[in-house]
């Protein structure tokens, strides 16, 4: 069996986004929230925004995609709850932010987008809560109007549930760079954070039998029962409005990844072995060595034991960390 850890290592390092990205993404944060101030400052005093970082940024599972793009979602929360329709709250936010860049911000069903030429965009979704802050916020949809939605609820589950578990994050961004590897009916980010934690198999300093066996429970729990309920307001399914067709793909690319996982796992050649790996993760998923990893295991035993004075002349005439036998005679030859 070939052990890859080293290879998953350089992966998520690879699936980092990098300091200078993530410099400019927080500077381009604080220049959009002074515009929102700004802008209601001048045409509507009466309300007050505030901001929360949240999703996948604010959680720690980011990942740059294959595009070498990233994301931020940044909440924009106004108070007190303005009487205006959620259309209404959504034109205002993108009044306020209109200009940033060359690109016009675009009118997303649940936030406003604004893309930049760095490789990344921002996304505001927008809220209006009461003045006490209490009640859990409303988000405004384009297509539906106001929603409760509890983002800073998800955030907290979340943080409950890493804590003392780092293979949890290192799960979700293999599935995250999975998922944006093969990006046809896959679903979103948050479906398969959520889903992770929920299946979880840890296996530690193992993370490509712990993503394999993790796979497995994903499957099983969606052959099941296929939903995918988010854990906070408003509590609904992911799923739900899912053909059958796009759910019986999801499952085939989720059984097809479990057999290939697992031929890579019982691979004893480390290149052959990350080759496989790198159909599901992608070309960024690194080459491993051409060795067998078994055999210099084999190699390695057998030099420590010869070292230790432990190896022994089993009645074969094979020589190595053998429990009967003839004890070899010490082992003097050191080298300079």
């Not at 009044?95 to 893309?115: E, H, M, W």
């Amino acid at each position: 069996m070939a052990n890859c850890q080293k290879l998953f290592d350089e992966f998520l390092e690879k699936l980092d986004i990098v300091d200078s990205k993530t410099t400019s993404m927080r500077t381009s944060k604080d220049n959009l929230k002074d515009k929102i101030v700004s802008y209601f400052q001048k045409n509507h005093s009466e309300y007050t925004p505030e901001f929360f970082i949240q999703g996948s940024y604010k959680m720690g599972t980011s990942i740059r995609t294959k595009d070498d793009e990233c994301d931020l979602d940044l909440g924009v929360y106004i108070k007190p709850k303005p009487d205006v329709s959620a259309a209404t709250l959504q034109q205002w936010v993108f009044d306020a932010v209109d200009g940033t860049t060359s690109a016009t911000p675009s009118k997303k069903n649940k936030c406003i987008r604004i893309k930049y030429s760095a490789g990344y965009h921002i996304d505001l979704p927008i809220y209006r809560k009461d003045k006490t802050g209490d009640e859990i916020p409303e988000l405004a949809i384009k297509s539906v109007g106001f929603e409760k939605s509890d983002a800073k609820g998800i955030v907290e589950w979340f943080n409950g549930k890493k804590k003392d578990n780092s293979q949890l994050v290192h799960l979700i961004k293999y599935l995250k760079a999975w998922a944006d590897n093969i990006r046809e009916s896959m679903p979103p980010g948050l479906a398969w954070t959520i889903m992770t934690v929920k299946n979880q198999k840890k296996k530690d300093g193992r993370d490509d039998i712990a993503l394999r066996d993790t796979l497995k429970e994903i499957l099983s729990s969606l052959e099941d029962r296929f939903e995918c309920k988010v854990p906070a307001e408003p509590f609904d399914d992911i799923f739900d409005n899912y053909s059958d067709d796009k759910k019986n793909k999801i499952k085939e690319y989720l059984q097809k990844f479990i057999d290939d996982a697992t031929k890579a796992i019982n691979e004893p050649n480390e290149k052959k072995a990350s080759r496989i790996w790198q159909k599901h993760l992608g070309s960024r998923f690194p080459e491993g060595e051409d060795k067998d990893n078994e055999t210099q295991s084999k190699l390695n035993a057998l030099r420590d034991s010869i070292l230790s004075k432990t190896a022994r002349v089993g009645t074969t005439g094979a020589f190595g960390a053998l429990t009967t036998g003839v004890a070899g005679a010490t082992h003097t030859n050191f080298g300079d």
